[in-house]
């Protein structure tokens, strides 16, 4: 099944996922309304401290400083 699904899209399950998870993540966080837990929560991460680690990889920022940029580079990327 991973051969397969590496094959029609070029990534493992795995890493499709948790590329899923931060754009559903991400267009919490670019709508600001509401807190981090519930963004994280919402967005499928285990606790608060796994999705502020897994978005500063993405994007090299924590999601509060992301938010508080609001660039409209920021809001593209999040499909606003």
Known sequence: ????????????PKLFYK??????SLNLVSANEEKLTNVA???GYFDQAHFIKEFKLFTGFTPNSFAAQASPINQA????
Do not use: D, E, V, W
């Open 1 to 12: 099944m991973n051969t397969l699904f590496s094959q029609y899209t070029g990534l493992p």
């Open 19 to 24: 590329i899923n998870r931060f754009q559903h």
């Open 41 to 43: 929560y919402s967005a």
């Open 77 to 80: 990327l999040a499909g606003s």
